[in-house]
């Protein structure tokens, strides 16, 4: 079952700017990660934020989280065409869960 | 070099003929997972592992088996295969559990006919 959700599921950007990607979630969970997939590759890890930490930040990417809106946003700055790819939230659930459930990505294209 | 090696990379199958897809990780993770990912379904777990001898389903069990007969290795494993396998299949493992950052192999493309 699918626990997060991306939006948009496609994103088409010019090189330089800010790329935004929304992630809404169902029920509590003790992190949520981002992860990048280029085409047909293995998924790479972004950043990982805790359910108390409200924003993060790893080079071009700041990542925020909102509990009491069960949703995530990762933004990318200066975007670059080498940031073609998709980009997944995936989430653990509190309560026990042991599996990681991925969302079904964002398609984003940055053009030179 | 830290990673999650996957084999083979890409198989061509035929209905019915048993098949083992492996993979190994180098990092000593307890946590092991394997995913399928389908166009416009995104990634869903098969089955996962929290160590050595325990393995549980995850959302998308049905005709597949796995083993963790060792910590480093996951072999996913399907007995009968059939055209709705075909998929994209990665594996992955994490430190502790899915708490901490998981790490991927570059995937087996697996088609059956």
């Known amino acids: 079952s699918q626990q997060g959700e991306e939006d948009p599921q496609a994103l088409s950007i010019q090189e330089g700017e800010n790329a935004t990607m929304n992630c809404s979630y169902k029920?509590?969970?003790?992190?949520l990660q981002w992860y990048r997939q280029n085409s047909g590759r293995g998924l790479v890890h972004l950043i990982l934020?805790?359910?108390?930490?409200r924003e993060k930040h790893s080079g071009r990417l700041r990542v925020t989280l909102d509990t009491s809106k069960k949703s995530s946003s990762l933004l990318i700055t200066a975007s670059r065409a080498a940031d073609t790819a998709s980009y997944f939230c995936?989430?653990?659930?509190?309560?026990?869960?042991?599996?990681?459930?991925f969302g079904k990505g964002t398609k984003l294209t940055v053009n030179p | 070099e830290a990673q999650v090696t996957q084999n083979p990379r890409y198989l061509i199958t035929v209905t019915g003929k048993k098949l083992t897809v492996t993979c190994s990780q180098n990092?000593?993770?307890?946590?092991m997972s394997w995913y399928r990912q389908d166009p416009g379904l995104g990634l869903r777990q098969i089955y996962y592992?929290?160590?050595?001898?325990?393995?549980d389903k995850g959302d998308v069990p049905e005709g597949y088996k796995v083993s963790r007969k060792e910590k480093r290795n996951f072999p996913l494993i399907l007995e009968s295969p059939s055209p709705n396998q075909t998929s994209l299949y990665f594996c992955?493992?994490?430190?502790?559990?899915?708490?901490?950052?998981?790490?991927f192999g570059q995937g087996t493309r697996l088609t059956v006919v």
């Open positions: 992955a493992s994490s430190l502790s559990g899915w708490n901490t950052e998981a790490f």
């Open positions: 029920t509590s969970i003790n992190n």
């Open positions: 934020i805790r359910s108390n930490e």
């Open positions: 995936a989430t653990d659930a509190r309560g026990g869960s042991e599996k990681l459930v």
């Open positions: 990092m000593n993770h307890e946590y």
């Open positions: 592992s929290m160590n050595v001898e325990v393995t």
